[in-house]
């Protein structure tokens, strides 16, 4: 799909002599497509990036956009698409950049006319299509690393182990419970036991919007394992149609304490523990 | 021979696994903790297995006949210092530490096994006062 050496050479003709009009007319195509969400200043210093590195890689002999001669164009394309998926653009939105780029081809090669026209715009919009795949590419590329990094950083977020009382720690789970969250919240609550050295440990699922059967074998073998470890284990937090879809499943939790409310089951642990609870005359304020 | 050393603190006799477990060390073990039992009367066993890389089924058969062994000679056994990493894969794997008690640390452990001691202490001494009451 790479351009002849006289098609380049073309076409380094054809961009270099008229600099300044393509990128005007350029501009103005990217500008009436994105509806005046970047600004004209913006895209025509983006446009001008494109046009020379498009320019000086064609001056170079023949243009094949996996060639090692054109790195300084696959650079200001993928620099192109990060910047407009960062900012939020759509794909679209993003390679209508490029294909801009045909309209004012077609333009100059009209008016400069000769035998070769047609078979020189048809050898351009390869060219230009093979760009706008690759910005298409890039794009996503972009996009999926974006959306893997917040995962991870959701999954830090979301997942707090905090002590409740002297010997006690809550792990309240927000979200729907996979297996890659599953396992990140058992290792964090087995090792809190371990660094705090609590003997008990709540679970509170009140943030779980759908209890399944992988949930639920999910959260026994978290307490099996601190069990093991010689801890003990609540669950809290069960709403009143949860409870209806575990029955329903016929979902055994054994003899694994569960309550209501969290502060049921604080309760509850403080009583094992032999804390004593007092109510005492409030404190007025002053 | 590497021999499993065992320590004896008050009514408690402590053993620290810090090497890997083979067959003959096993067995070694088993002998010297049962005799360790009947020596010094202890009412209480503790296996520290903090070291412990890798817990399979072999080390847990070991552990549950210990207990088993110690339970005979009435002593209580608690075996402490699990990592999270183990008890995930022993979850995992399927395995479960049938009849034998677990807590987090040594100091735990010790709590554990007085309290349990401290339990029996109890129904003994309620005893005496029906015994006495009914003669």
């Known amino acids: 799909m790479a351009l002849s050496t006289e098609e380049s050479g073309r076409l380094a003709a054809l961009l270099g002599e008229q600099d300044e009009r393509v990128t005007t007319r350029w501009t103005e195509i990217v500008t009436s497509s994105l509806r005046g969400r970047l600004s004209q200043a913006e895209l025509r210093r983006q446009v001008q990036d494109l046009h020379r590195a498009i320019v000086t890689t064609s001056e170079q002999g023949v243009i094949d956009l996996s060639a090692d001669s054109a790195a300084e164009l696959r650079a200001a394309l993928s620099e192109l698409s990060r910047g407009r998926a960062r900012q939020g653009f759509s794909a679209t939105e993003t390679t209508i950049s490029i294909f801009a780029l045909k309209d004012v081809l077609a333009e100059l090669v009209q008016e400069a006319g000769g035998p070769n026209a047609l078979h020189d715009y048809v050898a351009f919009s390869k060219l230009v299509d093979e760009m706008g795949l690759f910005t298409f590419e890039s794009f996503v590329r972009t996009r999926e690393s974006l959306i893997a990094d917040q995962a991870e950083q959701l999954l830090e977020l979301s997942t707090p182990v905090v002590k409740l009382w002297e010997g006690v720690v809550a792990v309240p789970l927000v979200g729907t419970l996979d297996s890659a969250r599953a396992q990140v919240v058992m290792e964090r609550l087995l090792q809190t036991l371990v660094d705090t050295s609590s003997p008990y440990a709540i679970i509170d699922i009140t943030g779980v919007p759908a209890v399944d059967t992988q949930v639920a074998q999910h959260i026994l073998k978290t307490v099996v394992a601190a069990r093991l470890m010689g801890a003990d284990c609540i669950i809290s937090g069960i709403r009143p149609q949860i409870a209806q879809t575990i029955v329903a499943l016929g979902i055994e939790f054994g003899d694994i304490a569960t309550k209501a409310s969290l502060a049921d089951a604080l309760r509850h642990v403080l009583r094992l523990t032999g804390v004593e609870t007092a109510r005492r005359q409030p404190r007025r304020g002053i | ?56 089924s072999f080390v847990g058969r070991m552990l549950s006949t210990i207990a088993s062994i110690s339970k005979v000679l009435d002593a209580e056994t608690v075996v402490v210092g699990m990592r999270p990493a183990v008890a995930i894969t022993l979850v995992e794997l399927g395995l479960s530490l049938n009849g034998i008690r677990t807590a987090l640390n040594v100091e735990r452990g010790m709590e554990l096994i007085a309290a349990a001691h401290a339990d029996e202490l109890e129904f003994q001494l309620d005893d005496d006062p029906d015994e006495t009451a009914t003669t």
Do not use: F, N, Y
């Open chain 2, 1 to 56: 021979m590497e021999r499993v050393p065992i320590l004896k603190i008050g009514d408690i006799l402590l053993v620290s696994i810090q090497l890997d477990m083979s067959d003959q060390t096993a067995v070694q073990l088993q002998e010297d903790l049962a005799e360790r039992i009947v020596d010094t009367g202890c009412h209480g066993v503790i296996i520290d297995i903090t070291a412990l890389d890798i817990v399979d």
